[in-house]
Nanobody, 121 residues
């Protein structure tokens, strides 16, 4: 069984910083892309940033220059450093990963349970 466990969410004032972490655990053979999505009330879930195993990353225009995604492959962990946070960044942030559980299985997409980020003005 595979789990993605997020941590690091919370309440912060505008202009502040938070760092989210997400660790994949369980019966894992390999991990492909990992990333972060977010969803605020009444809106669709949207991409924040993703990163490949080789370190190539893509991020949404709304967070470029403020958020940085990184990963530690040895720890099966992806991070999201969020600086200069704005009230519009308030959302539930979800970790996402493509991974396989054996050499014979294909990559399957997994989601974490989500962590709340609230930015006050």
């Amino acid at each position: 069984q595979v789990q993605l466990e997020e941590s690091g969410g919370g309440l912060v004032q505008a202009g502040g910083s938070l760092r989210l972490s997400c660790t994949a655990s369980g019966n894992i053979f390999s991990i492909g892309a990992m990333g972060w999505y977010r969803q605020s009330p009444g809106k669709q879930r949207e991409l924040v940033a993703t990163i490949t195993g080789g370190g190539s990353s893509v991020s949404a225009d709304s967070v470029k220059g403020r958020f940085t995604i990184s990963r530690d492959n040895a720890k099966n962990t992806v991070y999201l450093q969020m600086n200069n946070l704005e009230p519009e960044d308030t959302a539930v942030y979800y970790c996402n990963a493509d991974l396989s559980i054996s050499v014979w299985s294909r990559m399957t997409n997994y989601w974490g349970q989500g962590t709340q980020v609230t930015v006050s003005s």
